[in-house]
């Protein structure tokens, strides 16, 4: 990976970009380029990565935690959304069935 000891963050935010192209769902590659966009200074779309991957996976705390951090620091606090309350309407949606469209 290009940003281990490199810190390559335009190399490691074109090899997660890729990975996301052909596993569009996959939370750890939005996340890890999150924070390759953070670390390289565009800290909203880094936001947006660690948001979409906590989104894709909101049972896990690391995903949320750092979403959460990301969220203080560029959001603002309290212009943002409700981190806890957006998660917990995701899934709740996960665990409704799935409604048949006619």
């Given amino acids: ?23 569009p769902n ?11 966009l953070y670390m390289k200074g565009d800290k909203q779309a880094a ?4 948001r979409k991957a906590s989104e894709l996976a909101p049972t896990e705390a690391r995903l949320r935690d750092d979403y959460e951090k ?3 620091e560029i959001g603002g606090g309290s212009g943002g959304i ?3 309350r ?3 309407r995701i899934k709740q949606r996960q665990r409704e069935p799935s409604k048949p469209s006619n």
Avoid: C, S
């Avoid at 590659?29 to 924070?35: S, T």
């Avoid at 936001?47 to 660690?50: D, G, S, T």
């Fill in 47 to 50: 936001l947006a990565e660690v």
């Fill in 1 to 23: 990976m290009a940003l281990g000891r490199t810190r390559d963050f335009d190399g490691a935010i074109t090899e997660f970009n890729e990975v996301i192209r052909l596993q």
């Fill in 70 to 72: 990301l969220q203080k």
């Fill in 86 to 88: 957006e998660l917990e």
């Fill in 26 to 36: 996959a939370p750890i590659a939005h996340h890890d380029l999150g924070l390759a």
């Fill in 82 to 84: 409700n981190v806890n």
